[in-house]
């Protein structure tokens, strides 16, 4: 088998299935059913590297089976002997296994097959064959399964003209060539070989059929009643995009397959979670505190970047001449946020209340001399958004605003014939003079209910980064004909983050570099019980000349 491209979940699903009896236990997940069934078979075995990409999940589910890691050599992991294609052959002939799977080309060079000085002890072993009988290793092998090699699909009408094509790319030339004929060879991988022409050319079934049991393992049924994984999206480009995504995973064999929905908003995504409409959905940061607070939700995967540039941070931006020279320097001063209850709105919030030791309260009725956030009090002292922030600033209207790095940059760079913008300069706060941001968060979020089981926890958590190894940045899986976070339909955000370089837990955080970048919001977040104080402080007062108002007037009708 290829390293690089290993047999799919799919393949070795169903080459499972030939041999043992499936589990399909709904208590347990997808991947603990397989493993189940697996370690219910065999006595012992050695199912060496990762189960899941999540290590901690990996642990436990290597704790729970144990036998599947007794055959091992040290460890259950990658670097064990008895890992990989030639580590399960080096375990069969060690005498730790009984049988292995093998691919053809790998037993023959293993053993020396085709060097006609064969492997001492090599008589000692032979290809079971599927009605039970066995083959000598210098035989013609026992097909269980054949992959059949990448091809090129064209229309009928075109297939001689794009097999002309293709075989004017066999020039090593083209694989730097900057122009059109380059772009279509990497697109091909033609590095890692063109297929041979079919003559005559065969419709796709007809080649797949060539494949023994090829087309059996990708028709093969599931377990009844089927499980999937709802997925909420905002607008119909996004839902073809989960839909092309859904598709892409099942060829790979992930499972539970993606079912996607449509839902007119951001918010209306979160509450079919939080109703169970939904199994997830995908937000950014200025949806979390709302997500945890006002829809019983939890992230459970981020979109990660160890570029600082490139996270959502959160900088308190002033004018230079306004002889502002510290956070302690903005008591009093006049405030622009992006949106009320979002991000930058907590990021300082949560600073402020820490440095300044002052209540939350307090904070929002004192602190600032006006706070312009779109959506507080139902005011819009302009249209919300981070740009329009800025332009308070820059306008005068405001005398620090809190937006990020990536929106200043951006803004700075469009508009450098602007002197306005070349006075504003950013406030750092005293622990952070390296980083000078308020905050720092993940660039979005996978959201679930809090109340789902544990298992069906992992088992999202373990798609979706199934997904992201996939067709996520992970070099050499990256699959150039489709991306998670590259262009779709010539759009770019739809769905996750271009900046995006792959899923994580929380527990990244821990790890370097992120772990070395201070002020994270949603660690900050994590560790908040009570979110409700200061939200709708300034329209207390209102509502309570409401209700004053009414008494009085019952009292005196």
């Not at 979940?9 to 589990?23: I, N, Q």
């Not at 293709?166 to 122009?179: A, F, G, I, M």
């Not at 819009?380 to 740009?387: L, R, S, W």
């Amino acid at each position: 088998m290829d390293d690089l491209r290993p047999l799919s979940e799919t393949l070795s699903a169903y080459l499972e299935t030939l041999v043992l009896e499936r589990s399909c236990d709904p208590t347990r997940s997808h991947t603990e059913n397989r493993l189940k069934a697996l370690a219910d078979f065999y006595g012992k075995a050695c199912k060496a590297g990762p189960w899941v990409p999540d290590r901690t999940r990996d642990a436990e589910l290597k704790r729970q089976y144990p036998s599947l890691c007794a055959a091992c050599a040290k460890t259950c992991m990658a670097g064990d002997i008895y890992w990989g294609n030639s580590g399960s052959l080096t375990c069969l002939t060690d005498g730790a296994g009984d049988v292995t799977w093998g691919e053809a080309d790998d037993v023959k060079t293993y053993f020396k097959i085709k060097e006609g000085e064969p492997l001492t002890g090599y008589e000692n072993f032979a290809y079971l064959c599927r009605d039970g009988t066995w083959r000598d290793l210098t035989q013609e092998p026992c097909i269980w399964l054949r992959k059949p090699w990448n091809v090129i699909v064209a229309k009928r009408k075109a297939s001689e003209a794009v097999s002309k094509l293709t075989q004017s790319l066999t020039n090593s030339s083209v694989t730097v060539d900057r122009h059109w004929r380059g772009a279509l060879s990497a697109l091909l991988e033609s590095n890692q070989a063109l297929p041979e022409p079919l003559h005559p050319p065969r419709a796709p079934m007809d080649y797949l059929a060539q494949a023994q049991g090829f087309r059996e393992a990708y028709s093969q049924a599931g377990c009844d009643p089927p499980r999937h994984i709802t997925f909420c999206t905002t607008s119909l480009l996004a839902k073809n995009k989960c839909e092309w995504l859904s598709e892409a995973g099942a060829v790979y064999g992930i499972a539970p397959p993606l079912q996607c929905i449509m839902r007119s908003s951001t918010e209306e995504c979160l509450k079919a979670v939080s109703n169970g409409e939904s199994d997830a959905t995908a937000a950014d940061s200025d949806w979390l505190v709302a997500g945890i607070r006002d829809y019983a939700l939890t992230p459970i995967l981020n979109e990660i970047t160890p570029i600082v540039e490139k996270t959502g941070s959160i900088v308190a931006y002033v004018n230079k001449d306004a002889e502002i020279t510290k956070m302690a320097d903005l008591r009093g001063k006049r405030a622009a946020f992006p949106r009320y209850d979002g991000v930058a709105w907590h990021s300082v919030k949560d600073y402020i209340m820490k440095h300044e030791k002052m209540s939350c309260k307090d904070y929002v009725e004192e602190y600032f001399k006006e706070i312009c956030a779109p959506g507080m009090d139902g005011k819009k002292c302009y249209e919300a958004g981070e740009e329009e922030a800025l332009k308070s600033l820059l306008d005068g209207n405001s005398d620090v605003a809190f937006i990020s790095m990536k929106t200043f940059n951006t803004y700075k760079e469009n508009n450098k014939a602007s002197e306005t913008i070349k006075k504003i300069v950013p406030l750092c706060p005293e622990g952070n003079q390296k980083f000078c941001f308020v905050s720092w968060s993940n660039l979005g979020h996978i959201f679930v209910a809090n109340n789902i089981t544990n298992i069906r926890r992992h088992e999202i958590i373990n798609v979706f980064t199934k997904l992201d190894q996939l067709f996520g940045k992970h070099p050499p899986f990256h699959n150039a004909m489709f991306s998670m976070y590259g262009p779709f339909n010539h759009e770019m955000e739809v769905i996750f983050h271009s900046n995006t370089k792959s899923l994580a837990t929380i527990n990244v955080l821990s790890t370097h570099p992120y772990n070395k970048i201070p002020y994270n919001f949603e660690l900050a977040m994590s560790n908040v019980t009570d979110f409700t104080c200061g939200f709708g402080a300034k329209t207390t007062p209102s509502l309570f000349v409401f209700l004053v108002t009414l008494v009085v007037f019952l009292i005196y009708s």
